[in-house]
């Protein structure tokens, strides 16, 4: 169910939109319930010529269901959101590729493996802000950065993972359609901040294995004809 939320375009996102209107409709709920009740009781319990005020000990009852019900309602969404982390932030599925991501001020360093298919080798393809990932493959992402805190967040992937200095996070998606999209900083990261703008690119497994071979060093016109 999407109302207001951007398109959700990765395996796990639909899940995070079903637990934020599950949380959206109980807390609307409850709001609505408690200023209901807290008008009908001004109303009801408002001070009239010749009422005296009373006092009242409660009721153990009542009570008891106020604090009961809540309760229940917390141990649901204690054990609903468990699940949903555990997917969305728990050991990655096998990727089907792995990407490396260097945050700095104020752009984003993005790495692939190059025909050796290892990352942090010497024919490693570089680029900067410009993210292109396959569709209906798996993806780990190796989220670094290179001086202060970054955040990286895609909204249509209901994912926002901070950069943080010394340390490399990893977050997994699987892009269920093609598109293109925005990866903004979510992290005021100095001066430049409103500057650091990436692009992302999601498309077929062919169309992304063309762009990957694109970003390849052309030989020298020598070095083929030898």
């Known amino acids: 169910m999407r109302v207001w939320l951007p398109e959700a375009v990765t395996t796990t996102a639909p899940e995070i939109d079903r637990l934020f209107y599950i949380l959206l409709g109980i807390t609307g709920a409850v709001f609505l319930l408690v200023q209901l009740t807290l008008i009908a009781f001004v109303v009801r319990y408002r001070g009239r010529p010749g009422r005296r005020a009373g006092y009242t000990h409660g009721n153990l009852t009542v009570e008891i269901v106020w604090t009961v019900i809540p309760a229940l309602i917390l141990v649901y969404l204690a054990v609903h959101s468990q699940h949903v982390w555990a997917k969305v932030r728990g050991a990655p599925p096998p990727p089907d590729l792995e990407v490396e991501i260097t945050a700095e001020q104020f752009a984003w360093n993005i790495r692939y493996a190059g025909p050796d298919g290892a990352l942090g080798s010497a024919d490693d393809l570089l680029t900067i802000n410009q993210l292109h990932l396959p569709v209906g493959q798996t ?88």
Do not use: N
């Open 139 to 226: 993806v780990l992402i190796h989220l670094k950065s290179k001086d202060v805190i970054h955040s990286f967040f895609v909204p249509q992937f209901r994912v926002k993972q901070d950069a943080v200095p010394g340390l490399t996070t990893r977050l997994w998606i699987e892009a269920t359609q093609a598109g293109q999209f925005e990866i903004a900083c979510a992290e005021l990261c100095g001066l430049g901040h409103y500057r650091m703008r990436g692009f992302l690119t999601l498309e077929p497994a062919e169309a992304f294995q063309q762009w990957l071979a694109s970003q390849a060093p052309q030989a020298e016109p020598s070095e083929q004809s030898s």
